[in-house]
Each structure stands twice: as C-alpha cells, then as structure tokens.
C-alpha cells in the first residue's frame, strides 16, 4: 500500500490496516486517522508515536500489557499474532532448546512480577542473547524507566511494521 492510498482510507479501513501496528491496541491507530494527511513515513510514525506518548500512564502500560512474553505461552501454543510470530522467529526463538525456554520463561515471571507487565523488546533488532541479557540489565531498572524503555522499544517495533506496511 501505498502513502496517498493509505492517506485516502476511512477511519475504519486506517484502523484495520494500520491497528496491527500496535499489538492489540487499534485504539492508537483509530486516534492516528485524525493527523492525515501523512506526507512521509516518518510523520505517520510520529503521529502515531505521539498518541501514545500523549495518552497517559494507564493506556501506556495497557499497551505493554497487550505484547506477548517472548517465549511465552502464546508463543509455545503457536497463537500470536502473525507480526509478533515472525518477529520472534526472525530473533531465533522459534528453535530454543529446553534449557533456553526455561531461561526464558525465569526471566519473564521475575520481570513480570517486579514491572506488573511483560518484557518488550524489539525481536527483530535482537539475537535470543541479546534479549537476555537485556532481561539481565533491565531487571534493574525503575518501573518508570521500564514503561519508557518499553514505549521505546514498542516505537521500533511500530517503525519496522509501518515500513512493511508502505510502499516507499
């Protein structure tokens, strides 16, 4: 799809196309629509990016909530979602010995039990060993530094879908 094409969309169409950009949270699509006419990619991310910076504390950490634990059980009962699928096998998950999925979901109960919402990071920028020890170093994190850390790297997840999404 083109920009102009996208630009062109009902707010209905715009959420369905753009929503999944955000993982179960076509809500920031839907308040996105509002910005068009997009002139590039980078606006239209901004936008978007804005929606949630502006949305408050809550809707923020709803939208980390929405993302699956890497390794989790969505991901071992085969039920995400196609973008978060992909992404998770692009970052060598997909083919973890049972040693790493243990490390894995370790990780995932202490970070979610310190933080109240799951580890987020950007799959396809990252190797499986990278994203432990990126568990390692953001377990010491605040829980407000994790709720920007994850917005962060939600923001680079979002880049990567639109840039699947446009045509440039």
Not at 20 to 37: L, M, Q, T
Not at 138 to 160: D, F, H, P, Y
Request: net charge neutral; proline share 4%.
């Amino acid at each position: 799809m083109t920009l102009s094409q996208l630009n062109s969309l009902s707010r209905e169409e715009f959420v369905r196309v753009v929503g999944p950009v955000f993982e179960h949270s076509p809500w920031i699509a839907e308040a996105g629509w509002d910005k068009r006419p997009f002139t590039d990619l980078e606006q239209l991310h901004g936008a978007l990016m804005r929606v949630v910076r502006d949305s408050g504390e809550a809707k923020q950490v709803g939208l980390i909530q929405a993302h699956p634990d890497l390794v989790g059980r969505a991901a071992l009962a085969g039920t995400l979602t196609p973008e978060s699928n992909r992404e998770q096998a692009s970052a060598g998950l997909g083919k973890l010995s049972p040693e790493e999925i243990a490390a894995f979901q370790k990780n995932n109960q202490a970070y979610r039990a310190k933080f109240g919402f799951p580890f987020v990071i950007c799959a396809r920028l990252n190797k499986k060993e990278a994203i432990l020890k990126g568990f390692e170093t953001r377990l010491q994190n605040s829980r407000v530094m994790e709720i920007a850390t994850a917005l962060e790297e939600i923001g680079k997840i979002a880049w990567l879908r639109l840039q699947d999404l446009i045509a440039n």
